[in-house]
């Protein structure tokens, strides 16, 4: 591939040239015919002297240059002159001509002059000037005293035929001479141009080149850095801004990824850690079947800590990849609410934690069932996990007015901050630094936002004046009507996803 800077480089001097060469041409052209123009008028002018020279008297014509010719004609071994009747009888002819003729183009018009070139007698490349006209009258002594000449009777004299020829070798001469000073002109000028060109583009590249070794200096360790935008031509501004744009979107993502290879290492490392301790006691005292049997529990118990936070792992990367495909169906919300509550009903009870339901009577949305139960599991399993005991949690669910649905889980939450809001769909973020609840890894309210992207519903925390926690779900597209029945039963559900939350 050409480099911008040879392509730029080439059409600056392809242009140039062409214009350089245009400009040349014309100008030879039009000093060519200014020069060809001053040499047919000077040639002119001595036909026109001649013909001044020639008279008529009482039907005799003559040339009257006695005094004159030397001063016509002063180069004689270029100038040439002839002049005939119509019957070809040579009235006047130059010495330098000899016994030669000059050469005619037929029969002219009267007093309408022509130029031609044709070489001279000599050989030589010549310029002709013909005039055919009728020679001018000479007056006697008894004109002038009668104060009026007297004409020739009408067709006693006939026209005559003048022709000057001049060599031309002078003229072609300073033409070729001039093509060649234009040419040598034309090509300084461009080799200079292609010089100045190639300085010109480098200059203006400069910035380019800057910009180029500015980014071969960045790597992974390096993405925190930013161009200089001000100190940027305005052509390469927004090219920058996006660069900018882009190093900070990959600064996010190798913090997020980062952060999350940590989390994941600590997450999985306390029960592995179990896993360990609990397989060595019991390798240890293999005959206190009590024990054993209690510490097979236990690594039951971590290893399905550890199947739950993989497997929403893998719901989150397939997320992500755009695997997960929603598959809407119409059901009554009410039914799904209490279907999901149900799952995570047993650890309420433990901390005396109900359900306040706000559903609207008979709302029946459409969207994926089986993923919406995905989304309410993990809100309920995280209301109670953070609510404190005997506490309630309250679900309403209306019908929008623009044919939508809002879905609400409101619960206690106590050290929740404002600040801590924009965390809470962060992978792995818990408000307990210590993580002192090894049953919740910080995945739930993660897999929560990603699934209501997929089904389109907008996801809002709020803290409400009142100090209870809330995210809201809207989803202004989807059909909700208050009112209507769910038709048929509830959909299948895999049985790994029976009570999965994190």
Not at 301 to 327: K, P, T, Y
Request: aromatic residues 6%.
């Amino acid at each position: 591939m050409r480099s911008l800077r040879g392509r730029l480089t080439a059409w600056l001097l392809g242009g140039a040239g062409l214009l350089l060469t245009l400009g040349a041409l014309t100008l030879a052209r039009l000093t060519e015919l200014n020069l060809q123009r001053e040499f047919d008028a000077a040639l002119e002018a001595q036909a026109r002297s001649l013909a001044t020279l020639t008279e008529q008297e009482h039907g005799r014509i003559w040339l009257e240059a006695a005094d004159t010719l030397p001063e016509l004609f002063a180069n004689r071994d270029r100038e040439y002159y002839q002049i005939w009747l119509a019957d070809a009888h040579v009235i006047a002819r130059s010495s330098s001509l000899g016994n030669g003729n000059l050469w005619r183009q037929g029969v002219a018009p009267l007093d309408r002059p022509r130029f031609a070139d044709h070489p001279l007698p000599d050989g030589r490349a010549g310029r002709y000037f013909e005039l055919r006209f009728v020679p001018r009258y000479e007056e006697d002594e008894q004109d002038e005293r009668l104060g009026r000449p007297a004409p020739p009777p009408a067709g006693a004299v006939p026209p005559v035929t003048l022709v000057v020829a001049r060599s031309r070798e002078n003229l072609d001469h300073l033409t070729e001479s001039l093509h060649l000073t234009l040419a040598a002109v034309s090509l300084s000028l461009l080799g200079g141009l292609a010089v100045l060109v190639r300085l010109s583009v480098a200059a203006g590249l400069a910035p380019v080149d800057r910009l180029a070794d500015r980014l071969r200096g960045f790597d992974a360790g390096s993405l925190d850095q930013r161009l200089d935008a001000a100190s940027t031509p305005a052509e390469l501004a927004p090219v920058v801004e996006h660069l900018n744009g882009l190093l900070a979107r990959l600064e996010d993502s190798f913090t997020r990824e980062r952060t999350f290879s940590s989390n994941l290492a600590h997450e999985l490392r306390t029960p592995l850690a179990e896993l360990r301790t609990l397989s060595e006691v019991a390798l240890r005292w293999p005959e206190d079947t009590a024990a054993t049997a209690e510490a097979l529990a236990d690594i039951r118990a971590a290893g399905l800590q550890m199947e739950s936070i993989v497997l929403n792992l893998l719901d989150l990367a397939r997320c992500d990849g755009g695997l997960h495909a929603a598959r809407p169906q119409r059901f009554a919300v009410a039914d799904a609410v209490e279907d999901c509550w149900q799952k995570v009903e047993e650890e309420a009870a433990a901390k005396e934690i109900s359900l306040v339901p706000e559903i609207a009577p008979g709302l029946a949305v459409t969207t994926d069932r089986e993923k919406l139960d995905r989304i309410l599991v993990n809100l309920f399993a995280n209301a109670v996990a953070y609510s404190p005991a005997g506490s309630e949690v309250h679900c309403a669910a209306t019908a929008s007015p623009d044919g939508g649905f809002a879905l609400a889980v409101r619960n206690p939450a106590d050290g929740l901050t404002p600040g801590d809001l924009p965390h809470l769909f962060d992978r792995f973020w818990r408000k307990d630094t210590a993580r002192a609840n090894g049953h919740h890894a910080g995945l739930g309210l993660s897999l929560v936002a990603a699934f209501c992207r997929l089904l389109d519903l907008r996801i809002e925390p709020r803290l409400t004046p009142e100090g209870l926690f809330e995210i809201r779900l809207q989803a202004p597209d989807a059909a909700a009507v208050s009112g209507a029945s769910p038709p048929g039963a509830p959909p299948p559900r895999s049985p790994g996803d029976s009570r999965r939350s994190c």
